[in-house]
T-cell receptor, first 108, second 115 residues
Framework: DAKTTQPPSMDCAEGRAANLPCNHS???????VYWYRQIHSQGPQYIIH???NNETNEMASLIITEDRKSSTLILPHATLRDTAVYYC?????????FGTGTSLTVIP | ETGVTQSPTHLIKTRGQQVTLRCSSQ?????VSWYQQALGQGPQFIFQ???????GRGNFPPRFSGLQFPNYSSELNVNALELDDSALYLC??????????????FGPGTRLLVL
């Protein structure tokens, strides 16, 4: 039962902002949205998480719509090392529900 | 580097065999979750261990079982291996039974191939 929907792939020019969308229309009020990325089938790497407010850290920004049915991960200045599969995740209690992810390719 | 280690890195088994995968959690973390990631798919939650007890389980059959030890390291055991069990197995560690805001830190995974 997929809780998130993401586009399968996206391209972004190096140095530009990468905006990765995610739909989570069935999310409940106390369920967090997490973003992880995975490079070359290594273990997923934590990026950011949020509940209803926008969040920013040293890696990225997370914009969550007011109705919480969708969110956008923003990498402000994409580099070649940001090429990875990005997963939008809904956390329900102690379980992370991964979608199929977006494969982001950063182009020189 | 997350401080979460897994062994072995790769493993080949034949159908019907049994396998044990191991995970050492990050220092200070008492909660370990296991995930199965089939090729081209996102990770799927298998189960979580907190203070040596199973603390939640995903939609996996009983032939997937686990253990957590007093030092918080963990094992995933799979009996009667099937071809569809071929996947990357990931463990992730955190604190507090995974119900707080602490994030999960993933290990590099064990790639299992069942022939």
């Amino acid at each position: 039962d997929a809780k998130t929907t993401q586009p399968p792939s996206m391209d972004c020019a190096e140095g530009r902002a990468a905006n990765l969308p995610c739909n989570h229309s069935t999310i409940s009020g106390n369920e967090y949205v997490y973003w992880y990325r995975q490079i070359h089938s290594q273990g997923p790497q934590y990026i950011i998480h949020g509940l209803k407010n926008n969040e920013t850290n040293e890696m990225a920004s997370l914009i969550i719509t007011e109705d919480r049915k969708s969110s956008t991960l923003i990498l402000p200045h994409a580099t070649l090392r940001d090429t990875a599969v990005y997963y939008c995740i809904v956390r329900v209690g102690n379980q992370f529900y991964f979608g199929t992810g977006t494969s982001l390719t950063v182009i020189p | 580097e997350t401080g979460v280690t897994q062994s072995p890195t790769h493993l080949i088994k034949t159908r019907g065999q049994q396998v044990t995968l191991r995970c050492s959690s990050q220092s200070g973390h008492n909660t370990v979750s296991w995930y199965q990631q089939a090729l081209g798919q996102g990770p799927q939650f298998i189960f979580q261990y907190y203070r040596e007890e199973e603390n939640g389980r995903g939609n996996f059959p009983p032939r997937f079982s686990g253990l957590q030890f007093p030092n918080y390291s963990s094992e995933l055991n799979v009996n009667a291996l099937e071809l569809d069990d071929s996947a990357l197995y990931l463990c992730a560690s955190t604190t507090g039974g995974g119900r707080g805001l602490e994030t999960q830190y993933f290990g590099p995974g064990t790639r299992l191939l069942v022939l």
